[in-house]
């Protein structure tokens, strides 16, 4: 069983910087690649953001690219999400996830989940 905990949301205006953090404890986390996703009211939970266990390979929706960072501290048993110049559009529960293989692109291929954390951003 792996334990997540998100952190880091908050209300922000559109231009503004936030940095998502997700704590996990458990089982070994760095045998986990890591994913951050969202869901905004009445919408599917959408991926955002992906690292590999090793950090050597991330991913991202074509989106947050180039605004969102995605980064892991094994040592730590966290993964963050650096979110710059956000957007109302961006305004969402965001959801990190766990995943032991599969497709990392793919809500239902993640083991486990925390509860979220919510950003609003104002125009």
């Known amino acids: 069983q792996v334990h997540l905990v998100e952190s880091g949301g908050g209300l922000v205006q559109a231009g503004a910087s936030l940095r998502l953090s997700c704590a996990a404890s458990?089982?070994?986390?760095?045998?986990?690649?890591m994913g951050w996703f969202r869901q905004a009211p009445g919408k599917e939970r959408e991926f955002v953001a992906a690292?590999?266990?090793?950090?050597?390979?991330?991913y991202y929706a074509d989106s947050v690219k180039g605004r969102f960072t995605i980064s892991r501290d094994n040592a730590k048993n966290t993964v963050y999400l650096q979110m710059n110049s956000l957007k109302p559009e961006d305004t969402a529960v965001y959801y990190c996830?766990?995943?032991?293989?599969?497709?990392?692109?793919?809500?239902?291929?993640?083991?486990?989940w925390g509860r979220g954390t919510q950003v609003t951003v104002s125009s």
């Open positions: 690292i590999s266990w090793s950090e050597s390979n991330t």
């Open positions: 996830g766990a995943l032991s293989g599969g497709n990392i692109y793919y809500t239902d291929a993640y083991d486990y």
């Open positions: 458990g089982r070994t986390f760095s045998n986990y690649a």
